[in-house]
């Protein structure tokens, strides 16, 4: 059952005192419409935007390394697993690639939105990410080395998700859409390994 509180229409009727009006906490529409044609280059940052968007895709970069890391163990473990039960194994690194992909492509996106550039930079990658590129040669270790860059990441993504909090709602609803997925696959290779 909604409580008052967390319902402001329900506050009001049974308060019966009218709620503020919409000018007590937003600007108004012309001081809106002036701020909006002025800072027009600023694309989707605005004056309010509450981290140094140069910050914001700093750290934002260092995920999209750690994505793009994941991609390529998870394509290679797919093409060199081998073994008698490997074939749904692989079929699973192929997926969880092609997620990690997703994932990229969604925080390249939000990079740009913020003013900044992806850095793709294959040369720089390695040093960027949080996940490390590792080839074990067994399906064990396959399996081993992908649930500890999962790990890696639901704890780097818990911790960008406190940084960018309620100063950018926007990349933290992201960063916790793609945070779910990866504990998912965390819990699908752990199974794996039962």
């Known amino acids: 059952m909604t409580t008052a509180a967390e319902n402001p229409v329900?506050?009001?009727?049974?308060?019966?005192?009218?709620?503020?009006s919409s000018r007590d906490f937003l600007s108004d529409v012309e001081t809106l419409r002036s701020r909006a044609r002025k800072q027009i280059d600023d694309g989707a940052v605005t004056g309010d935007?509450?981290?140094d968007p140069a910050l914001a895709a700093k750290v934002l970069n260092a995920a999209l390394s750690t994505e793009l890391i994941c991609v390529l163990r998870y394509r290679h473990h797919y093409f060199v697993a081998r073994g008698l039960s490997s074939e749904p194994i692989a079929q699973e690194f192929l997926t969880h690639s092609n997620e990690e992909?997703?994932?990229a492509d969604r925080i390249a996106q939000r990079i740009v939105q913020l003013g900044?550039?992806?850095e793709m930079d294959p040369g720089g990658l390695a040093s960027r990410s949080h996940a490390e590129y590792v080839?074990?040669?067994s399906l064990t270790d396959m399996i081993r080395e992908n649930l500890v860059a999962?790990?890696?990441?639901i704890e780097s993504y818990r911790e960008m998700i406190a940084f960018f909090g309620e100063r950018d709602p926007?990349?933290?609803a992201m960063l916790e859409g793609i945070l779910a997925v990866e504990e998912e696959h965390a819990n699908e290779l752990?199974?794996?390994l039962v």
């Open 170 to 172: 926007t990349t933290r």
């Open 49 to 51: 935007y509450g981290i």
């Open 135 to 137: 080839t074990p040669s």
């Open 150 to 153: 999962e790990r890696i990441a």
């Open 116 to 118: 900044g550039s992806p």
């Open 10 to 20: 329900l506050l009001q009727s049974k308060t019966k005192a009218p709620l503020s």
């Open 190 to 192: 752990a199974d794996l």
């Open 101 to 103: 992909l997703g994932h």
